[in-house]
C-alpha cells in the first residue's frame, strides 16, 4: 500500500475518490481499531497517508520528525515516508 487514509471510520469519505480523480495511484481507505493502529504504524507499510479522527494525536508517537505547526498544535494530518 503506497497511499491512503486511516482512521476510525471511514465510510462517509470521499477521499479515494477525490484522490484517484486527482492523481494516477490508487488511494486506500484503511480503517483501523486502535489496537490495529499499533501494528499497522510500526509495519511502515506506506509511502503517504492522510489521518483523520480519532488518530491525528495518536500516531504523534510513531514519527521519526514532526513538523513545528504539528507538534504545536499537537495534532497531524499527513504522514510521509518519502522526502518532498
Known amino acids: 500500500m503506497r497511499y491512503g487514509l ?7 469519505s470521499f477521499s479515494k475518490t477525490i484522490h484517484e480523480q486527482l492523481a494516477d495511484y ?3 481507505l484503511i ?4 489496537e490495529e493502529l499499533n501494528i499497522f504504524m510500526k509495519k511502515k507499510n506506506f509511502a503517504a ?3 483523520t479522527i480519532p488518530y491525528k494525536e495518536t500516531v504523534i508517537p510513531y514519527l521519526e520528525e514532526i513538523d513545528p505547526h504539528a507538534e504545536a498544535i499537537g495534532a497531524v494530518n ?3 515516508l518519502i522526502h518532498i
Open 31 to 34: 480503517p483501523l481499531s486502535r
Open 49 to 51: 497517508l492522510n489521518v
Open 6 to 12: 486511516i482512521g476510525e471510520k471511514l465510510g462517509h
Open 78 to 80: 499527513t504522514l510521509s
Open 26 to 28: 490508487t488511494y486506500d
